[in-house]
């Protein structure tokens, strides 16, 4: 299969190396520097025990001539992921399929400028990585990736629908775990609140997830702040339980601790986050359906104000 990822960070890069030794693959990257890194030395995985292998994959930033690609992973940050699609648009023909397991919630609106709807895969993944700053991918953690078609009911030889069976199989061939759901958008939405839960919250103080559980402050803080989201999806017709949802926030907070979420890293790397997707995505949705949501609101607005510099 001729498969492109689109934004090679770490996730980006760890899905690569995985499906690299199968298929037909080309990691579309930001600059001419990084794509010269990948195609003279590979892509750096470490392991969690310590182990190092290195995939051989071809990298390039322009895509002007490039043939549509059956598969296209789009792994790039939620910000730009309106200007990645519409730069990159050559890679999307009309049987192309587009599969986001980016963080954050509405991402899909941006995909759908370039992809039908019917072509579009959403979902999460639960693999963890982060990027040493030698440039070797540190695989952190293993999990389900969950993948569904945004349109389940979509009809047709190119739709997502049709396609996620044999998704599922390249995924797992590559070593990564996939789970297919009807309700791919539920799967984006659990995720959300954990993100809305732990990602701004320890941004702010530039400290691990474990504090999400350790501080008193910041543990209540996180509570409340998830509580609003869970508040605001189920007025969308949404059926949450909020204490069930804070329970997975703060065991993913406990058995990720050590990590520092990717917001933290953003702000570190002085690079835009992904508050508009996450909090600021439950301020978006509240708006929609004329209800408030003032304390993502105003944490969004803190994590804003600190990357206005950026």
Same mark, same amino acid.
């Given at each position: 299969?001729?498969?492109?990822?689109?934004?090679?960070?770490?996730?980006?890069?760890?899905?690569?190396?995985?499906?690299?030794?199968? /298929?037909?693959?080309?990691? &579309? &990257?930001?600059?001419?520097? /990084?794509?010269?890194?990948?195609?003279?030395?590979?892509?750096? #995985?470490?392991?969690?025990?310590?182990?190092?292998?290195? =995939?051989?994959?071809?990298?390039?930033?322009?895509?002007?001539?490039?043939?549509?690609?059956?598969?296209?992973?789009?792994? &790039?940050?939620? !910000?730009?992921?309106?200007?990645? =699609?519409?730069? /990159?648009?050559?890679?999307?023909?009309?049987?192309?399929?587009?599969?986001?397991? *980016?963080?954050?919630?509405?991402?899909?609106?941006?995909?759908?400028?370039?992809?039908? !709807?019917?072509?579009? #895969?959403?979902?999460?993944?639960?693999?963890?990585?982060?990027?040493?700053?030698?440039?070797?991918?540190?695989?952190?953690?293993?999990?389900?990736?969950?993948?569904?078609?945004?349109?389940? @009911?979509?009809?047709?030889?190119?739709?997502?629908?049709?396609?996620?069976?044999?998704?599922?199989?390249?995924? @797992?061939?590559?070593?990564?775990?996939? &789970?297919?759901?009807?309700?791919?958008?539920?799967?984006?939405?659990?995720?959300?609140?954990?993100?809305?839960?732990?990602?701004? =919250?320890?941004?702010?103080?530039?400290?691990?997830?474990?504090?999400?559980?350790?501080?008193?402050?910041?543990?209540?803080?996180? /509570?409340?702040?998830?509580?609003?989201?869970?508040?605001?999806?189920?007025?969308?017709?949404?059926?949450?339980?909020?204490?069930?949802?804070?329970?997975?926030? *703060?065991?993913?907070?406990?058995?990720?601790?050590?990590?520092?979420?990717?917001?933290?890293?953003?702000?570190?790397?002085?690079?835009?986050?992904?508050?508009?997707?996450?909090?600021?995505?439950? =301020?978006?949705?509240?708006?929609?359906?004329?209800?408030?949501?003032?304390?993502?609101?105003?944490?969004?607005?803190?994590?804003?104000?600190?990357?206005?510099?950026?």
């Amino acid at each position: 299969m001729k498969i492109t990822i689109l934004g090679t960070g770490a996730i980006g890069s760890l899905f690569a190396a995985g499906l690299a030794q199968n /298929h037909d693959l080309t990691c &579309v &990257v930001g600059t001419k520097k /990084h794509a010269d890194s990948i195609n003279r030395s590979g892509i750096r #995985i470490m392991e969690k025990d310590g182990n190092i292998r290195s =995939v051989s994959a071809r990298a390039v930033t322009d895509t002007s001539g490039a043939e549509p690609s059956d598969l296209v992973l789009i792994a &790039v940050k939620a !910000p730009v992921t309106a200007s990645a =699609v519409s730069l /990159h648009r050559n890679l999307f023909g009309p049987r192309t399929l587009a599969v986001s397991l *980016q963080n954050g919630y509405g991402n899909h609106i941006d995909i759908e400028t370039v992809v039908p !709807p019917q072509n579009i #895969i959403i979902g999460t993944t639960s693999q963890g990585a982060n990027t040493a700053s030698d440039g070797t991918v540190r695989h952190a953690g293993s999990g389900s990736t969950v993948i569904g078609a945004l349109i389940p @009911e979509a009809e047709g030889t190119a739709s997502a629908a049709s396609s996620l069976f044999g998704i599922k199989t390249i995924f @797992e061939e590559a070593g990564f775990p996939t &789970v297919i759901t009807e309700d791919a958008e539920d799967a984006v939405i659990r995720k959300l609140f954990i993100n809305v839960g732990i990602n701004a =919250v320890c941004a702010l103080s530039d400290v691990q997830n474990i504090h999400i559980v350790s501080d008193p402050d910041k543990n209540h803080l996180s /509570h409340r702040l998830v509580e609003e989201a869970v508040k605001i999806f189920n007025c969308t017709g949404r059926s949450y339980d909020a204490e069930k949802i804070w329970d997975q926030v *703060q065991s993913v907070a406990r058995a990720t601790g050590e990590n520092y979420c990717s917001m933290v890293q953003d702000i570190r790397n002085r690079r835009p986050t992904e508050i508009g997707r996450i909090n600021g995505a439950v =301020v978006k949705t509240a708006e929609n359906i004329h209800e408030d949501a003032p304390l993502n609101r105003r944490i969004t607005e803190q994590i804003e104000a600190l990357t206005e510099k950026f």
